[in-house]
Structures are given as C-alpha cells and as structure tokens.
C-alpha cells in the first residue's frame, strides 16, 4: 500500500510540464494517497493552491547547508512510501522508501520522448511490467475564477464561441529556437482573415507581441501578460490549434491534448516534440540540426531561418481539416 509519495520535478517550465504525467498516474492509481512535491522558485507556480498536494516544498539550491541537512532529516522522519526523483538528486538518492526511481536506472534508447523516458522511470520504481494507460484524472488544477476570467476578456474583445481561436506563441528562449518576427507577422495577418488569431506570453514579451500586433494590417489580439498559468491553461483548452517554437508553451497545450504545430530548430522534436494527438513539426532541411546547442556553431541560425511561411500554413491546413 502506497500512502505516502514524495515527488522532486525539475527546474525548467517545459520540463516540469513533461513530468506532469506521472503525476498523473500516481493520482489515478493512489487517490486517497498524501502527495508531497519538491520543486525550485521558478516553477513553483504550476503547483501552487492544488488541491491534490498535501504538502509543496519550494528548494533553493543555494540555501546554506545547514537548511538542507535539517530538511533532509524532515523528509526522512515522513516515511515515505514512494520517492519518485526526476531531478536525480542527493535527496532523493539518500533517503529510504519501498519504491523508489533510481538515478543510475538505465532507459532504453528506443523510449525517445521525455514524457515516455518519465513514464518508463516511474513504471521501474513500481516494478509495473505493463505500460501506463491514459490517466483519466489531471493533476494540473484550473481554479473555477480563472474559467470566469478567461470567459471575460474573451468577451471583451469580442471573441465568442463561435469563433476559431488559434494561439500564436512568438517567444522562445535562446536565439537559435526564435522564428523571426517578420515570418510571425505574415503568417498572423494570413490567419487572422479566417481566425480570431491570439498571442501569448509573459508581461516581459509584450515588446514582441506588442509589436506584431501594431504591425499587422488584419486585427489580432494581444493577451500577453493578461494570463496567470491557470488562465493560460484555460484559454489553451478553448482554442483550435496553437503554434509556436519548442517552448514551455508548447508541452502545456500537448498536456491538454490541444493541436499544435511547431518550429523545430536545434531542439530534438523526437525528444521534445509535441504530444497531442493531433500535431505538426515544421522543421528545415538542415544538416547539423539537431544539434540541441544554446549557440549556433556556424552563426547562421539556418535550421529556423530557412523554415518559410508557407511550410507552416500548408501544415496548418492539414491539420486542421483533419
């Protein structure tokens, strides 16, 4: 009987969102079971007031080690039943449980995908032999205030439901994920005769949408910095279809099964890639890519450069008539 899980996820947005799965599974198979998450600052939000955690630890990696020593003692002295460590950490390492992941496990190079490599991970620690089904229940929890709120400024600006909403998510992080502006320009003034084309981000980024917003001839619709992730959830389960570059963004909407079509660059879309049902990968006819490098090695930035316009629309439309 497993009655206790303690959970250690990830540092990057994208990354923890790919271990929302598991999450997942141990909330179908151990309802009744008290679930305690370990996460870093930044991405402490995605586990925020969730009804499903009994107990959220935000870890700064740079407190003294004294702190860790005692939080490491308080851990222990709850006797968990489960210790499932995606992060790989001393922690997790050290102390006893009856299940447990194990750092050193090996995972066979035909399980390609981060979702599936994190699925397979907690299936060892169970000592399950059979794969994991679809898990009815969703661990990432939508406050009823967020559906209210994203009803509203959707009606604010004129967006009803029977309206087709496509997300443009323009930002990624690194230059050598980033799709020009210009491209996202056209294809946005392209859309928006047929759409109620959206763009996302963060406050930070309203520099960009701002921006593309201002430039197109067609109306679009800027909501960056509008949303918390809750609302942004809500807003992504209410559209058609979302594009954007390998960001976080992109496996929030895979989590909800919502169609996407992505621009690969560098980024290994076998490892990364969207997973929803329905998707599209554009990538470029590039040698050297994947290179999952944070610079480009010949500083041409070719592997996004050379994805065009229509590549992208003739996706879009194949998608979406499917």
């Keep these: 009987m497993i009655n206790k899980i303690l959970f250690f996820t990830l540092s990057n947005f994208g990354d923890v969102i790919l271990t929302l799965p598991v999450m997942d599974v141990l909330l179908t198979r151990y309802p009744q079971s008290s679930i305690t998450v370990m996460v870093g600052p930044r991405t402490s939000e995605i586990f925020k007031d ?4 009994g107990q959220l630890i935000v870890y700064n990696k740079y407190a003294p080690l004294r702190e860790k020593i005692n939080l490491f003692f308080q851990l222990k002295r709850e006797n968990f039943d489960l210790v499932v460590d995606l992060r790989n950490t001393l922690f997790g390492a050290l102390l ?3 299940f447990k992941t194990s750092p050193f496990l090996y995972v066979p190079s035909r399980i390609r995908h981060m979702k599936e490599r994190n699925l397979y ?7 399950q032999n059979q794969n994991f089904l679809l898990s009815p229940k969703r661990f990432f929890y939508i406050r009823d205030e967020d559906e209210v709120y994203v009803d509203a400024i959707l009606q604010d600006n004129g967006i009803t439901e029977r309206d087709k909403i496509i997300i443009v998510n323009p930002i990624a992080g690194g230059a050598t994920r980033r799709w020009a502006k210009e491209k996202f320009i056209q294809l946005c003034q392209i859309l928006a005769r047929n759409y109620s084309v959206i763009l996302v981000g963060r406050d930070s980024d309203r520099f960009l949408t701002g921006y593309i917003q201002s430039v197109c001839t067609e109306r679009i619709f800027d909501f960056a910095g509008l949303t918390s992730l809750s609302q942004l959830s809500c807003l992504l389960k209410k559209s058609s279809l979302v594009i954007t570059c390998d960001t976080g963004i992109l496996h929030l909407a895979s989590y909800f099964n919502v169609p996407i079509v992505a621009m690969f660059g560098p980024s290994d879309e076998q490892r990364y890639g969207p997973w929803s049902d329905k998707y599209r990968v554009v990538v470029a006819a590039t040698a ?3 290179c999952r490098m944070p610079n480009c090695r010949f500083n041409t930035f070719e592997c996004m450069r050379d994805i065009n316009v229509n590549t992208v629309l003739d996706s879009i439309d194949a998608l979406l008539k499917s």
């Design 121 to 127: 991970r907690l299936k060892v620690a169970l000592r």
């Design 96 to 98: 006893p449980a009856r």
């Design 50 to 53: 969730n009804p499903y955690i």
């Design 288 to 290: 050297c890519r994947p």
